[in-house]
């Protein structure tokens, strides 16, 4: 298994740390928020105008992934 080292020197880097710390759980947030909208756009009656926006709010969220290089695979 690979280890890797970070580190943080001052209390000034903090921010950085926690961010750094908390990234599998804003990973986590984002699957759940993805799979939310997916089973909603799968599995509910929705109006035209309903489907369109959750459509394009999901688009959204993978439009910026794509952008910040984050993929769910």
């Not at 750094?20 to 035209?48: F, H």
């Amino acid at each position: 298994m690979a280890k890797v080292t970070i580190e943080f020197d001052t209390q000034e880097d903090n921010e950085e740390l926690t961010m750094c710390i908390n990234g599998i759980k804003w990973y986590s947030l984002a699957w759940e928020i993805d799979q939310y909208m997916r089973s909603r756009l799968k599995y509910c009656e929705l109006s035209e105008d309903v489907y369109k926006e959750l459509d394009d709010a999901r688009e959204k969220l993978h439009e910026i992934m794509r952008y910040n290089g984050i993929t769910f695979d």
